[in-house]
């Protein structure tokens, strides 16, 4: 935790300039291979707590217990926390808090904060690139001479948007079994969709993922542990090994003077840091939608009739749970978790089980809080959205660009109102 942390790291007596937090230069924008297409990022949106905290979601879900609600606090305190070179920030690192990503709407939404990925490929397979750093670069070092750039062997480059977190701990309690059933429904417009088995890094069984871009997490435990070491560069029991700047072992060795694990366990403590962040997850309420309006119950149809409930699942059940509050709920998240192939759409990056051009359904509760939209927040509205839709969303898409206009306002409103 932070006070040893900070013990080791004074013992270590490492010139503190070296470790001086001080703001750095962008790194050079990722090279564009030829024939990959990557479009510019969304217009930079200011980041930080104070914008989370104005938000007005960002609370506990209802009928937590006393010591529950005391975790939640616990959870969203270290959430909100900056953290530091001497504590184990870096040496390279995207941003120094959780909240500095998200933020939108409230503590824990998501943002028009974008982090960039990379790999190779040739002849149809994908290279990740990890002895060069991949395949996630870090965009921020704890020094100018630790910064990462897209090496010129990657020919993919794609950023993705961060994510809000909001109802995450609902989407954790939806069983298993659920979602593989889902998946092996046979569905209509020539959807498939497939459960994405991951390897748990707490439990160490294969699980069902849900949680990121490419549905590549199943627990938020896990999801929590690996953006402490991606997104802070903050080593912990589950990732317990630091990140080189573009692969670079020596560099490493002369940047990281904070002993690993940096994330560990205090004495007589039974969670760490990251255990205390995905607390608050867990914990923290979705975005309930707007009251039905005549406009949106009409778009409701409509997003049925388009065929979007297809993907867009509208709710879920979950299972037992210690949390009460958590168990047996309805899940309004309008998503089936679950992979599908989206053409064009897809972002090049594989994630096995995911491949390049699969991507996870995205959750549409709380839409109405996003100004961008698609993994790359490439559009700025929501038709643009949904008319870049690909692969086996095609047949709904076209079905959408064929609405009259009456129809697409009312769908339009119906999604404003989630």
Not at 57 to 77: M, N, P, Q, V, W
Not at 177 to 206: C, E, N, R, Y
Request: glycine residues 10%.
């Amino acid at each position: 935790m932070k006070t040893a942390k900070a013990v080791l790291s004074a013992a270590l007596s490492f010139p503190a300039v070296v470790f001086a937090a001080a703001p750095l230069p962008p790194p050079p924008a990722p090279p564009r291979p030829p024939g990959v297409a990557l479009p510019a990022p969304p217009p930079p949106q200011p980041a930080g707590r104070a914008i989370g905290e104005a938000g007005p979601h960002g609370k506990a879900i209802l009928g937590l217990s006393t010591t529950e609600h005391a975790d939640f606090a616990t959870g969203r305190a270290e959430f909100v926390n900056v953290e530091t070179p001497e504590g184990g920030l870096g040496p390279i690192f995207n941003d120094v808090s959780c909240v500095a990503c998200h933020f939108q709407g409230g503590v824990g939404g998501g943002s028009r904060v974008v982090v960039t990925r990379f790999g190779r490929v040739t002849n149809g397979v994908f290279d990740p690139l990890v002895e060069l750093g991949g395949p996630l670069l870090q965009r921020q070092a704890i020094a100018p001479a630790f910064l990462e750039t897209v090496p010129t062997a990657a020919n993919v480059v794609a950023r993705r948007m961060t994510t809000p977190v909001f109802g995450a701990g609902l989407i954790e309690a939806i069983p298993d079994a659920t979602l593989t059933a889902q998946a092996a429904l046979v569905k209509p417009d020539g959807v498939k969709g497939k459960a994405a088995l991951v390897k748990d890094v707490v439990s160490g069984s294969m699980r069902v993922g849900r949680f990121g871009w490419k549905a590549q997490v199943s627990t938020l435990q896990a999801f929590s542990a690996d953006a402490y070491l991606n997104e802070m560069g903050v080593t912990g029991r589950y990732f317990p090994v630091e990140n080189a700047p573009n692969g670079n072992r020596a560099l490493l060795a002369a940047a990281d003077r904070v002993l690993d694990p940096e994330d560990a366990l205090a004495t007589d403590a039974t969670k760490s840091d990251s255990d205390l962040a995905a607390d608050f997850m867990k914990l923290l309420a979705p975005v309930p939608p707007l009251a039905g309006a005549a406009s949106g119950t009409s778009g409701a149809a409509v997003f049925r009739e388009v065929g979007c409930v297809v993907c867009h699942v509208p709710s879920f059940q979950t299972g037992p749970s210690p949390v009460a509050a958590l168990a047996n709920k309805t899940v309004g998240l309008y998503s089936d978790l679950l992979l599908h192939d989206m053409g064009k759409l897809g972002d090049g990056i594989a994630q096995p089980p995911a491949t390049m051009t699969e991507m996870r359904t995205a959750p549409l509760w709380g839409l109405r809080l996003r100004d961008r939209y698609l993994h790359d927040g490439r559009a700025s509205t929501l038709d643009m959205a949904i008319l870049a839709h690909d692969g086996e969303a095609k047949v709904a898409r076209d079905r959408y660009a064929k609405l009259t206009p009456a129809k697409r306002n009312a769908l339009m409103a119906f999604l404003a109102s989630l």
